[in-house]
């Protein structure tokens, strides 16, 4: 394994690991504890302001991180010009948002929402002052001080979110846990970075790299704004109560997205960079991601779907029953959106992130329409199925220009994909074959049902991947095997 794929995938091993870390803390210990001390209408609230706070943060950077991570070699200056441009945006963005947070809560005719954004307007101003120490370090490739970054930062926050939420604080227990997350976020990259930021500014730097950067702030923005208007919407036409239940599934949703495809992307993009004039190694990389990452979302979130209903009166008890049919269709999108993770990364990587906002516009218009007619239908499993059936309706052309641009076969791609897909249909089958041979099953408490239903469908999906596929298998196990050898083993690009 060459020292780059070296680096790539202990980088995405590492930021996998941590990420799924974080999900397996907020779905294992947080979401069933939290659940119980605040009511659904409490979190709607905190997501009502979030949303906003969080759909600011896409103008703090203007994408400039980003090309600090791609350019070949960023000077001193870029990179002092950098900081204090973020830092400029962010105190700018941070007021801007404390001032409109009346008109925040006026817009959802909430009014415990305008404290909360008034609150929450600082993370702002933290997410600016740490996106250059942290291009540094994603630059370097210092995922270990990354991985122990965000580690800590979990932990902190769950630790001052339960103790306020047991002590009574209610909503300002998950305001507390956001801003005691960026507080160590925000220390830690400054203790682990080196960049050279000092006392110094040009513009010109700066002017250098907008077009690049302007492009992928608006490619962000708008896919942030593919990613919440839904959220937006219900909370201002459906109530706190239905934001409160669609929004702990849609955080359900993203475990594959922020664990696998976006903790896979962070490494891959600097890897990608630096190969980026090197076609046939980028095909190589973007085939082996998409077989990793399907490998392990399509069975994880096909299987959620399946056992939805003793997950959901597990983990939130009997009151989030709403949240079971809205899982059991978001889970799906969850897939299509981690598999279009890397393909996102090698556009950015190519620099061409004109063509990453052509499609964030594209699925911003399919998006909206779905969650128009999600709204009108006045319910939020209907918007659910909409917005499979728009992420599904942009998948397929995304990939298909992805793959001719590259010129890659469609068949590289199924092969990629094809024995997980395969697979992952023996473990539904299994699934819908125990729940229908067996009709008392409904009847155990929902750890039993889980006790059965999860062993059987990992064990067909197993048995299935091993039967058939074993050269596939063995491929993958030996990729895992080399990322624990330590023993250097170069060998010329292929």
């Not at 009511?39 to 994408?63: K, Q």
């Not at 669609?246 to 490494?267: C, E, K, N, T």
């Not at 959106?337 to 990364?345: I, K």
């Not at 964030?360 to 006045?378: K, P, S």
């Amino acid at each position: 394994m060459s020292d780059l794929a070296r680096k790539t995938v202990n980088g995405a091993t590492l930021n996998v690991g941590v990420t799924l870390f974080k999900n397996v803390l907020q779905l294992a210990i947080l979401l069933p504890i939290l659940a119980r001390l605040i009511s659904p209408e409490e979190f709607g609230y905190v997501g009502m302001a979030m949303t906003f706070v969080a759909a600011f943060t896409m103008f703090n950077d203007l994408g400039i991180s980003a090309a600090l991570v791609r350019d070949d070699d960023p000077s001193p200056a870029f990179w002092s010009s950098a900081f204090w441009t973020n830092i400029g945006l962010g105190t700018a963005v941070a007021t801007a948002t404390y001032f409109a947070a009346p008109a925040i809560a006026a817009f959802y005719k909430q009014p415990i929402v305008e404290p909360l954004t008034e609150v929450l307007a600082v993370i702002l101003l933290m997410h600016c002052a740490f996106l250059v120490p942290m291009a540094w370090l994603q630059r370097n490739f210092r995922f270990g001080a990354i991985a122990g970054i965000e580690f800590v930062s979990a932990v902190v926050s769950a630790i001052v979110v339960i103790w306020m939420a047991l002590d009574g604080y209610g909503v300002w227990a998950l305001v507390a846990q956001q801003i005691s997350m960026y507080v160590v976020k925000l220390a830690g990259a400054f203790l682990f970075q080196r960049a050279p930021i000092r006392l110094t500014y040009k513009f010109s730097e700066i002017v250098a790299v907008l077009p690049f950067s302007l492009r992928l702030t608006g490619e962000a923005f708008i896919t942030f704004i593919n990613r919440k208007s839904d959220s937006i919407l219900v909370g201002r036409f459906l109530g706190a109560a239905p934001l409160g239940f669609y929004d702990r599934a849609y955080q359900i949703m993203l475990v594959p997205v922020s664990s696998l495809s976006l903790g896979a992307g962070f490494a891959l993009y600097p890897a990608m960079s630096s190969i980026k004039h090197e076609t046939e190694r980028l095909k190589l990389v973007y085939l082996k991601s998409i077989s990793v990452l399907g490998g392990v979302a399509i069975p994880m979130m096909a299987g959620l779907a399946l056992v939805s209903e003793p997950f959901v009166a597990l983990v939130f008890g009997p009151k989030w029953a709403p949240v079971v049919p809205v899982l059991s269709i978001l889970a799906f999108a969850g897939v299509i959106q981690t598999l279009s993770g890397p393909s996102n990364v090698l556009w950015k990587s190519l620099g061409k992130s004109d063509v990453l906002l052509y499609w964030v516009l594209a699925r911003m218009c399919a998006f909206l329409t779905a969650f128009a007619i999600g709204i009108h239908l006045g319910s939020i499993t209907a918007l659910s199925a909409a917005y499979l059936i728009a992420n599904v309706a942009m998948y397929l052309p995304y990939q298909v220009q992805t793959l001719r641009h590259m010129k890659m076969p469609v068949m590289d791609y199924v092969r990629a994909l094809g024995p997980t897909v395969v697979s992952t249909l023996a473990m539904a089958a299994a699934i819908l074959a125990i729940k229908e041979y067996m009709p008392n099953l409904a009847s155990l408490p929902s750890y039993g049902q889980l006790a059965i239903l999860v062993p059987a469908g990992i064990l067909a999906f197993a048995a299935c991947m091993y039967g058939l596929f074993r050269p596939f298998v063995h491929e993958l196990l030996t990729e895992a095997r080399d990322l624990f050898d330590r023993k250097p083993k170069d060998v010329p690009a292929e």
